[in-house]
C-alpha cells in the first residue's frame, strides 16, 4: 500500500537550474496538491488539482509550474531555481466531494536545497 | 478566504499532565478540521477531523478535539501526555461549500517534559 510516494527526498541545485519533483498516489484521489514547509511558516499550498487536466495557483504559486495529464501524477517544477525555494515540499492528495474521507494524504517529503 | 491561527509557537507540559493545542479558523461556508502530526524528518500524519455531528472529536493516540462554532475554535486535547506526544502539530482547515484547498495553520510544537 503505497499511498502518496514523492522522489526525490533530497536535493540541490545551483541558481538557475531546473528541475521536477515527482508525485504519485495509488488511491485514485482526484484531488491533488503541493505545499512547501519552511521554519515558521507552517505549510503553505503552492499549486492544486481536482481532477486530471485542471489546476489552479495557491497561496505561494510563483516559481512554479504544474500539469495534471492523468489522475495518479502531479508533478511540480521549478524551472529557474532560486535560494528562496529552499524549503520542504510536500505532495498531498485525498478525495473530492463532501463525506467521511475528507483528510488529506501526505507523501514523505522533498527536501531541497538551492545554492 | 480560509485561514488558521495558532497562537503558540511552542508549547510545554508535563508528563502525565493533561495538554491543550490551540487552534481558530475562519472560513466563508462550513468548516471540515483537521489535526495532523509531524515527527522530525517525516511527512504529516492525520489525527482527526470534525466534519459534522458531536462537537468532541476521537482519534489516534488517545487525542480528541472539540469544535466550538461560536467561538471558531478547534482545540486538540489529551488527558495525560506523553513523552512521545513530543511533535509538531498543525491544525488544518477546509470549506465544505468550496470544497477546494485545505489550509494550514504555523504549527505548533508539542514539548512533553519527563
Known amino acids: 500500500n503505497a499511498g502518496v510516494t514523492q522522489t526525490p527526498k533530497f536535493q540541490v541545485l545551483k541558481t538557475g537550474q531546473s528541475m521536477t519533483l515527482q508525485c504519485a498516489q495509488d488511491?485514485?484521489?482526484?484531488?491533488m496538491s503541493w505545499y512547501r514547509q519552511d521554519p515558521g511558516m507552517g505549510l503553505r499550498l503552492i499549486h492544486y488539482?481536482?481532477?486530471?487536466?485542471?489546476?489552479d495557483q495557491g497561496e505561494v504559486p510563483n516559481g512554479y509550474n504544474v500539469s495534471r495529464s492523468t489522475t495518479e501524477d502531479f508533478p511540480l517544477r521549478l524551472l529557474s531555481a532560486a535560494p528562496s525555494q529552499t524549503s520542504v515540499y510536500f505532495c498531498?492528495?485525498?478525495?473530492?466531494?463532501?463525506?467521511?474521507?475528507?483528510?488529506?494524504?501526505f507523501g514523505q517529503g522533498t527536501r531541497l536545497t538551492v545554492v | 478566504a480560509q485561514s488558521v491561527a495558532q497562537p503558540e509557537d511552542q508549547v510545554n507540559v508535563a508528563e502525565g499532565n493533561p495538554l491543550t493545542v490551540k487552534c481558530t479558523y475562519s472560513?466563508?461556508?462550513?468548516?471540515?478540521l483537521f489535526w495532523y502530526v509531524q515527527y522530525p524528518n517525516r511527512g504529516l500524519q492525520f489525527l482527526l477531523k470534525?466534519?459534522?455531528?458531536?462537537?468532541l472529536v476521537k482519534g489516534s493516540y488517545g487525542f480528541e478535539a472539540e469544535f466550538n462554532k461560536s467561538q471558531t475554535s478547534f482545540h486538540l486535547k489529551k488527558p495525560s501526555a506523553l513523552v512521545s506526544d513530543s511533535a509538531l502539530y498543525f491544525c488544518?482547515?477546509?470549506?465544505?461549500?468550496?470544497?477546494?484547498?485545505?489550509?494550514f495553520g504555523k504549527g505548533t510544537r508539542l514539548h512533553i517534559l519527563p
Open positions: 488539482s481536482v481532477g486530471a487536466g485542471i489546476t
Open positions: 488511491m485514485n484521489h482526484e484531488y
Open positions: 470534525y466534519i459534522t455531528g458531536d462537537n
Open positions: 472560513v466563508s461556508g462550513n468548516p471540515y
Open positions: 498531498a492528495s485525498r478525495n473530492r466531494g463532501l463525506g467521511a474521507n475528507a483528510e488529506a494524504f
Open positions: 488544518a482547515v477546509r470549506d465544505w461549500v468550496r470544497d477546494d484547498k485545505i489550509i
